[in-house]
């Protein structure tokens, strides 16, 4: 399973602040997939097949990002620069 680039078009403008998809077998996420969430401050993608994180560069407000099993083989290279990411 993908997040494609438009597939939250539809909750642009909203508010939404959190957002969990855990347990959802996800093993790609569009490096644009979640431009259109513009007031994402936390967002949990545990237990994934995930071997990149791109997309949270595109996350300016992001506090809270939890990747927690999914198949990194090394530290995302993404993570380096998210300097405001506290959990």
């Known amino acids: 399973r993908s997040i494609n680039a438009n597939d939250f078009q ?3 403008g909203s508010h939404l602040a959190k957002l969990h998809l855990d347990k959802t077998e996800l093993s790609s ?3 644009n997939a979640f431009t259109s969430l513009s007031e994402l401050q936390s967002l949990s ?3 994934n097949h995930l071997k990149s994180c791109a997309f949270i560069s595109t996350l300016p407000l992001l506090a809270s ?3 927690d099993d999914n198949l990194f083989t090394s530290l995302p290279q993404e993570l380096s620069f998210a300097g405001r990411i506290k959990d």
Do not use: A, G, H, T
């Open 10 to 12: 539809y909750l642009r």
């Open 29 to 31: 996420i569009d490096l």
């Open 45 to 47: 993608l545990k237990n």
């Open 65 to 67: 990002l939890k990747l």
